[in-house]
């Protein structure tokens, strides 16, 4: 999957029920975007603001497409406006809506 900002990736969900080119949305809770190390699937991203809350910090920042997102950080980060961040996306943290709104769904995993 290509997002409009730029970043491609791969989502281990079933697809069966979208169209080429259909609308979609991607889902990911602010807990689950942290920094990004060499090799991550990586997502482009401006500082906005930051709020340092002691054990955690939120950090709020826009997409290269527009797109504000919240990340939380555990413990302080001290990210600048302005500032060019590079963040981790997880496939298995990241949740793919249709255009309805409806969650496609994961296929299942065998038990070992």
Sequence with gaps: MLLDAGTRINLPLSGASLSVGGAVTLGIRPEHLNLARTG???????ADVSERLGSDTFCHVLTTSGEALTMRVRGD?????GEALSLHLDAEHCHLFDADGVALT???RAAA
């Design 40 to 46: 991550d699937c990586t997502l482009q991203v401006t």
């Design 106 to 108: 994961r296929p299942l």
């Design 77 to 81: 980060l001290a990210s600048r406006y």
